[in-house]
């Protein structure tokens, strides 16, 4: 899904931003398959689930996935991951 991606980096978030700026708003997209090191991989299902919790808006692109498949996180008992804990079986 990579050229997905790449269509919202190139067009849709500059688009969003300068429809946003217009309302004195500020738009700012989280890439999460970029800024997990090496050494962070087995926390990335954290890392990037706390990225969704501080957002306001979340835009997803589903599809399906062939190859190794994560492992379900470990997430520590913090209220703001109660949706992750209440929806697991959609998740894993």
């Given at each position: ?65 062939y190859g190794m498949a994560s ?22």
């Amino acid at each position: 899904m990579h050229s997905e991606r790449d269509v919202l980096v190139r067009s849709v978030f500059p688009e969003l931003r300068r429809r946003a700026a217009q309302h004195r708003l500020h738009l700012q997209e989280v890439e999460l398959r970029w800024g997990v090191t090496e050494e962070e991989s087995e926390r990335a299902a954290q890392l990037c689930l706390s990225e969704v919790c501080r957002s306001q808006m979340l835009v997803g692109i589903l599809g399906e996935r062939y190859g190794m498949a994560s492992p379900k996180p470990d997430l520590p008992d913090l209220p703001q991951y109660s949706w992750v804990r209440q929806n697991q079986s959609i998740y894993w």
